[in-house]
Nanobody, 123 residues
Framework: VQLQASGGGLVQAGGSLRLSCAAS????????MGWFRQAPGKEREFVAG????????AYTDSMKGRFTISRDNAKNTVYLQMNSLKPEDTGVYYC?????????????????WGQGTLVTVSS
């Protein structure tokens, strides 16, 4: 599967952005999808994920209540709605796909990566 992320940009603290990740292929509905981010000088970290088999979502604690992951299987697209953005949310956001039913929460567990989209939150 090939993944194409978009929607990043510059936003002020407290603002919102919606990231999109379009996937190629006819089996998108059978991939667990997720978002990771990498801040400057830091390791890539899990943000959110959604299981293909249960539809259950998972989030890193610091994103709960602010970020929402969703998917539209008819459009082969996964979204990340980000609200109440903070400067510490700045980073490159990567779309991820995995054949497992469980949400991968570590980069090593991810099967496929998209290119990143840069999110910059100004204070």
């Amino acid at each position: 599967v090939q993944l194409q992320a978009s929607g990043g940009g510059l936003v002020q603290a407290g603002g919102s952005l919606r990231l999109s990740c379009a996937a190629s292929g006819r089996t998108f509905s059978r991939y667990t999808m997720g978002w990771f981010r990498q801040a400057p000088g830091k390791e890539r970290e899990f943000v959110a994920g959604i299981s293909w088999i249960s539809g259950k979502t998972a989030y890193t604690d610091s994103m709960k209540g602010r970020f929402t992951i969703s998917r539209d299987n008819a459009k082969n697209t996964v979204y990340l709605q980000m609200n109440s953005l903070k400067p510490e949310d700045t980073g490159v956001y990567y779309c991820a796909a995995d054949t497992s039913a469980a949400v991968p929460t570590t980069p090593i567990a991810v099967d496929y990566w998209g290119q990143g989209t840069l999110v910059t939150v100004s204070s």
